[in-house]
């Protein structure tokens, strides 16, 4: 039974009390800290939730506005880096943006696609006969022409998966013909 009369209980409960209040003041303090670092937490577990999401149900990754992508492939961009690994595979990037990795035979499509030659600003169109061919030499296998658009195709989506501009893969559908939207370095 509590004697609530008793000094000690009143003096445990006075040192509670400064206690709780010292502690209610540094709290409050802290807010002005955790709040702001609370509210970014956040705003970075949205955007994790939402790119683990995206990455679970195979949906492309966010990507510019497709009027600017347009644009851009229209142009043709200023730069292609593809650094190829002995696997095959290769790390890609486009115009100096964030370099990401192309299995080895999107890598070698995008490798035939974009290889210079001619004179003229962009990089050649080539025939579905051409990209075959190109496509067997690299990669030692037999590759029917017919089976290049399926590939193509799975370029784009790889561009798109990773947010890059999957326009800058182009095609006439009328001939078949494929290139990268590069500039030609004129040397």
């Known amino acids: 039974m509590l004697n609530l009369a008793d000094p000690n209980l009143v003096a445990a409960f006075r040192r509670l009390h400064r206690n709780l209040a010292r502690l209610d003041d540094v709290l409050w303090r802290a807010c002005d800290v955790v709040g702001p670092a609370k509210d970014a937490t956040g705003e970075i577990v949205e955007e994790l939730t939402s790119a683990s999401e995206t990455a679970r149900q195979g949906r492309p990754a966010r990507s510019p506005d497709l009027t600017v992508m347009r644009a851009e492939a229209e142009a043709g961009v200023a730069s292609l880096k593809i650094n190829r690994h002995a696997d095959g595979s290769a790390e890609v990037s486009v115009n100096g943006r964030r370099p990401f ?75 078949r013909e494929y290139r990268f939207a590069v500039g030609v370095d004129p040397k």
Do not use: C, M
């Open 101 to 175: 990795t192309l299995r080895p035979q999107l890598a070698a499509l995008l490798a035939v696609i974009a290889a210079p030659s001619g004179d003229g600003q962009l990089v050649p169109w080539r025939s579905k006969s051409e990209v075959a061919a190109a496509l067997g030499t690299t990669t030692g296998q037999v590759v029917s022409p017919s089976y290049v658009p399926k590939v193509v195709h799975r370029l784009r989506e790889a561009f798109r998966r990773r947010g890059e501009n999957w326009f800058l893969i182009k095609s006439r559908r009328g001939t």
